[in-house]
């Protein structure tokens, strides 16, 4: 039914931006929740950022100020802009709707 599909990593310097897109199948974004998580090299999958239904968004404090979560309708996307970028901000970010997982997109930041 839902199916998500990440894209936009890659590798970029530290103080970087990068925009990841999950393009979402199945469901309209407008009308349905959606968070973007990450899990790091060795570490716990971790909340980034999360819109509710209603489309209020909060991110999560490590990245607040420098992370924006968004939906476009009329692409039916959900996004992360992703700005000043640090190291520790590498790993692979997810998105998640319905308790559906997209395969993910590798982010690395380079020092």
């Known amino acids: 039914q839902v199916q998500l599909v990440e894209s936009g990593g890659g590798l970029v310097q530290s103080g970087g931006s990068l925009r990841l897109s999950c393009e979402v199948s199945?469901?309209?974004?407008?009308?349905?929740?959606a968070a973007w998580y990450r899990q790091a090299p060795g570490k716990q999958r971790e909340l980034v950022a999360k819109?509710?239904?209603?489309?209020?968004?909060n991110v999560e404090d490590a990245m607040k100020g420098r992370f924006t979560i968004s939906r476009d309708i009329t692409k039916n996307t959900v996004n992360l802009q992703m700005n000043s970028l640090k190291p520790e901000d590498t790993a692979v970010y997810y998105c998640?709707?319905?308790?559906?997982w997209g395969q993910g997109t590798q982010v690395t930041v380079s020092s």
């Open positions: 998640t709707m319905k308790n559906t």
């Open positions: 819109i509710t239904m209603l489309g209020r968004t």
């Open positions: 199945g469901i309209p974004v407008n009308f349905n929740a």
